[in-house]
């Protein structure tokens, strides 16, 4: 019989020295929570997303102010507006959903980190990521416009910008807009990443943005494509990203770990709403322990390269880790 000369069991022997010998640990720096905020009063629960809102300014301030007792250091802002048109006035708007939370949460909650999502889907009637000609997003109409809305978040207070629209040549078109209007100083963290992912679904629902006719395939990235993300990460990084991000996270963890190679920027990944979903509904039946299988799909997205994670289970790991 060959007697084992390595045996690895050595260092799993203990909850301290498997402890020692951790190579990831997840804490509550890596956590971005996303938030979504309407016109409504009160708070509405996302059918698709138990223990998820849409909050009134006023609640969604008291959301911040308690995952900040958490320790959580920045949260995530997707605004609902009262009225949806072609081209999404009120995200641009200085009355807009967006830009009174932003304010609002400023205001009460001054040292969280206020990232916001820039993209136009939220806003606009036909749920697509930007302006519409011929039944297609048109790309640098679209840019404009993307400029416009960046700078008047970054007018309410916003601490970040994140862009999502997945437009060719939106880092260059925001970090000019922003550098223009004197917020050279303001980072953006850029979904250079971001496939085109049945996972978003709940996030659809939370929002009211599924698109009315067509799809965002010519657009998002194709599922089935990972060299491409370099070049995608690639562009933004020229085009002046600070941050990128990789979404959606569990079922993209290859392309993370390649970004990880690739860059030294720091990465962010999105554990999205279908993800939380799964594991949500899966624990609702009994059928898998939820607080382990969020813990452990959060580790493995940092294992495999992200220094951030945007994920809906922000507060829960919070109070876990
Ligand atoms: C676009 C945006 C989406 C998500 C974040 N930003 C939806 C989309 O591209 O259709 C999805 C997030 C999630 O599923 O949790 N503004």
Same mark, same amino acid.
């Given at each position: 019989m060959h007697i084992p000369y390595f045996r690895p069991r050595r260092l799993r022997g203990s909850a301290e020295i498997r402890r020692m010998v951790r190579e990831t640990k997840l804490s509550v720096d &890596?956590?971005?929570?996303?938030?979504?905020?309407? +016109?409504?009063?009160?708070?509405? /629960? %996302?059918?698709?997303? @138990?223990?998820? +809102?849409?909050? $009134?300014?006023?609640?969604?301030?008291? /959301?911040?102010q308690e995952a900040k007792s958490l320790g959580i250091p920045a949260v995530v802002l997707f605004?609902? @507006?009262?009225?949806? &048109?072609?081209?999404? $006035?009120?995200? !641009?708007?200085?009355?807009g959903i967006i830009q009174q939370a932003v304010r609002a949460v400023k205001q009460s909650v @001054?040292?969280?980190?206020? %990232?916001?999502?820039? !993209?136009?889907?939220?806003?606009?009637?036909?749920?697509?990521?930007?302006?519409?000609? &011929?039944?297609?997003?048109?790309?640098d109409a679209t840019l404009e416009l993307l400029a416009k809305q960046a700078v008047s978040h970054a007018q309410a207070g916003a601490d970040m910008l994140?862009?999502?629209g997945m437009m060719d040549g939106m880092i260059a078109a925001i970090?000019?807009?922003? &550098? *223009?209007?004197?917020?050279?100083?303001?980072?953006?963290?850029s979904y250079a990443v971001k496939y085109a992912s049945a996972f978003y679904g709940p996030f659809r629902d939370a929002v009211e943005s599924a698109p009315k006719f067509g799809d965002r395939r010519t657009h998002q990235m194709d599922p089935a494509n990972a060299m491409e993300a370099i070049r995608e990460a690639t562009l933004d990084i020229e085009e002046g990203a600070d941050i990128l991000m990789v979404k959606?996270?569990?079922? +993209?963890?290859?392309?993370?770990?390649?970004?990880? *190679?690739?860059?030294?920027?720091?990465?962010?990944?999105?554990?999205?709403?279908?993800e939380y979903a799964m594991v949500k509904a899966a624990a609702q039946k009994g059928w898998i322990d939820e607080k382990a299988v969020a813990l452990e799909m959060l580790t493995s997205i940092k294992r495999a390269g992200a220094d951030l994670i945007l994920t809906y289970f922000a507060k829960d790991a919070a109070k876990w880790l």
């Amino acid at each position: 019989m060959h007697i084992p000369y390595f045996r690895p069991r050595r260092l799993r022997g203990s909850a301290e020295i498997r402890r020692m010998v951790r190579e990831t640990k997840l804490s509550v720096d &890596d956590l971005i929570y996303p938030l979504f905020v309407t +016109y409504e009063d009160g708070k509405k /629960e %996302i059918a698709s997303m @138990p223990g998820q +809102y849409q909050f $009134s300014v006023e609640l969604l301030v008291k /959301e911040v102010q308690e995952a900040k007792s958490l320790g959580i250091p920045a949260v995530v802002l997707f605004g609902l @507006p009262e009225e949806k &048109d072609a081209v999404g $006035s009120d995200s !641009c708007n200085d009355g807009g959903i967006i830009q009174q939370a932003v304010r609002a949460v400023k205001q009460s909650v @001054p040292d969280i980190m206020v %990232i916001t999502d820039v !993209c136009f889907c939220e806003y606009t009637d036909h749920g697509h990521c930007g302006i519409i000609k &011929d039944e297609q997003v048109d790309n640098d109409a679209t840019l404009e416009l993307l400029a416009k809305q960046a700078v008047s978040h970054a007018q309410a207070g916003a601490d970040m910008l994140a862009p999502s629209g997945m437009m060719d040549g939106m880092i260059a078109a925001i970090r000019e807009g922003l &550098d *223009e209007s004197g917020f050279e100083h303001l980072p953006i963290m850029s979904y250079a990443v971001k496939y085109a992912s049945a996972f978003y679904g709940p996030f659809r629902d939370a929002v009211e943005s599924a698109p009315k006719f067509g799809d965002r395939r010519t657009h998002q990235m194709d599922p089935a494509n990972a060299m491409e993300a370099i070049r995608e990460a690639t562009l933004d990084i020229e085009e002046g990203a600070d941050i990128l991000m990789v979404k959606p996270g569990m079922p +993209y963890l290859d392309i993370l770990r390649v970004l990880r *190679e690739h860059f030294d920027t720091p990465l962010a990944a999105y554990n999205v709403s279908g993800e939380y979903a799964m594991v949500k509904a899966a624990a609702q039946k009994g059928w898998i322990d939820e607080k382990a299988v969020a813990l452990e799909m959060l580790t493995s997205i940092k294992r495999a390269g992200a220094d951030l994670i945007l994920t809906y289970f922000a507060k829960d790991a919070a109070k876990w880790l």
